[in-house]
């Protein structure tokens, strides 16, 4: 997976621990919101995947006070996931950007077919990769 996180860092511009953490956040949330099965392929396919959303997967999910407010306002699904990247430093470009190069090293290991299933399964995904 490092050399896949350090790819995607590259391309974005961040630093790569930076992307390890925010692509383990982004497979977690699809993880939480996509349809099931495709998403267990996906993410299954990618080496390394299950072991980052396994670290980072409740990272940044706002607990307490606030996380319960923000749940109880509507704070979460796609632009949950966005405030919670935006609280690791990122600005909306570099998420749009880590959001789309994620999608396409998840196309390259596990086929487009699959992956358009995962983001057509998520409200909002689709215009942001």
Excluded: H, W
Excluded at 11 to 27: C, F, N, S
Excluded at 65 to 85: E, K, P, T
Excluded at 109 to 119: L, N, T
């Amino acid at each position: 997976m490092n050399e896949i996180v350090t790819q995607i860092a590259d391309r974005v511009g961040i630093a790569p621990d930076v992307a390890e953490k925010a692509v383990g956040m982004m497979l977690g949330f699809l993880q939480r919101e996509a349809d099931d099965g495709a998403v267990a392929q996906m993410i299954e396919a990618i080496p390394g995947g299950s072991e980052l959303v396994a670290q980072f997967n409740g990272e940044g999910s706002g607990g307490g006070l606030l996380g319960g407010l923000m749940s109880a306002i509507g704070g979460g699904g796609i632009m949950g996931l966005g405030q919670q990247l935006m609280s690791q430093g990122l600005g909306m470009g570099e998420i749009t950007s880590l959001a789309r190069e994620t999608i396409a090293v998840a196309k390259q290991y596990a086929g487009d077919e699959v992956v358009d299933e995962v983001v057509a399964s998520v409200p909002g995904l689709s215009q942001f990769v």
